[in-house]
């Protein structure tokens, strides 16, 4: 999907895609016409108003309007309305609890992007057997192919938190929507950036410049920032873990891990999110029916989740 609405090239690159990966350029298709609704229902809002201030003019108007179909195309590229998801279903394309289960508006304040649609893959149980390695896996969208894929790594991850596997996975799927919105690069290569780490002054690494959503006293604002781009899943766990275990501020929260739900209470109390109700997010999450059922498969021994 075109990044800027005068990109026209986009178009054609979606053409090309839609014979490579149908699935994949059906969920394009589905947000460019979301995109088309929105600058729609932007135009509407503008001319329902009594009228412009006293220096509005021609030029200004002609300005706003490419203003106002840009942050449509922002949108639909990030959290969206859920229309596309909507038109997804009546195109054909199966979606399975997007979001990590909540609601479009309780889903707030993540950076988002569409990541690459594939067909998931079962990871490694008691079996044995191995496991696909994390930097190729492709998620289709559902709690079981997210849950199933990553579980193995995660348990490592959490591991040196004393932290539990399916508090890691919640927080992960809660950013990512299941894994439905890993940002990607410009190019379209994922980012593997499960946790929504920002990439300051501190991070050497590659990076990925996405359009998020953050609570400005407690007003939801759209910004771009930069991110962590890793080469594979298992990076970013290993980062999560080195991310928090060395910046002294989430010590307090270090010292919780026995308790999933107070442990991401003191992580959003350190700054981790600037979303008011991100803790509560994870934990409805955590208890979830997929959760349940991952967490009754691994204690069962299931070779899948």
């Known amino acids: 999907m075109a990044q800027v609405y005068t990109d026209f090239s986009g178009l054609a690159a979606l053409k090309a895609r839609a014979r490579e990966d149908q699935d994949a350029a059906l969920d394009q298709v589905s947000r460019q016409f979301e995109s088309l609704f929105l600058q729609m229902m932007l135009k509407s809002m503008r001319d329902a108003s009594l009228g412009g201030g006293l220096m509005d003019s021609k030029q200004s108007e002609f300005y706003r309007d490419m203003y106002d179909k840009q942050i449509a195309v922002d949108m639909?590229?990030?959290?969206?309305?859920?229309?596309?998801?909507?038109?997804?279903?009546?195109?054909?394309?199966?979606?399975?609890?997007?979001?990590?289960?909540?609601?479009?508006?309780?889903?707030?304040?993540?950076?988002?992007?569409?990541s690459p649609s594939g067909k998931a893959t079962p990871g490694a149980g008691e079996s044995g057997a191995p496991r696909e390695k994390a930097a190729t896996m492709k998620f289709d969208g559902s709690p079981e192919s997210f849950l199933d894929q990553l579980w193995p790594v995660a348990e490592e991850a959490a591991a040196k938190l004393d932290l539990a596997p399916?508090?890691?996975?919640?927080?992960?799927?809660?950013?990512?929507?299941?894994?439905?919105?890993?940002?990607q690069q410009h190019q379209g290569d994922s980012s593997h950036n499960l946790f929504g780490i920002k990439a300051d002054s501190r991070w050497q690494g590659d990076k990925v410049h996405v359009s998020t959503l953050e609570y400005r006293d407690g007003v939801a604002l759209n910004t771009r920032a930069n991110f962590r781009a890793y080469g594979s899943f298992e990076e970013s766990f290993s980062d999560y873990v080195d991310f928090?275990?060395?910046?002294?501020?989430?010590?307090?929260?270090?010292?919780?891990?026995?308790?999933?739900?107070?442990?991401?209470?003191?992580?959003?109390?350190?700054?981790?999110a600037t979303?008011?109700?991100?803790?509560?997010?994870?934990?409805?999450?955590?208890?979830?029916?997929?959760?349940?059922?991952?967490r009754q498969s691994v204690k069962e021994g299931a070779t899948t989740i």
Do not use: C
């Open 76 to 114: 639909a590229q990030t959290h969206g309305i859920g229309l596309a998801d909507v038109l997804k279903r009546q195109l054909g394309g199966g979606i399975s609890a997007p979001y990590g289960g909540l609601s479009p508006e309780e889903y707030i304040g993540m950076p988002i992007q569409v």
């Open 166 to 183: 399916e508090a890691l996975l919640a927080q992960a799927a809660l950013e990512t929507g299941w894994g439905r919105h890993v940002m």
């Open 244 to 272: 928090v275990q060395q910046n002294p501020r989430y010590r307090a929260a270090l010292s919780k891990t026995a308790d999933p739900e107070a442990y991401f209470s003191a992580l959003q109390e350190a700054g981790y």
């Open 275 to 294: 979303d008011p109700a991100y803790a509560d997010k994870i934990q409805r999450i955590l208890d979830s029916e997929p959760m349940q059922r991952a």
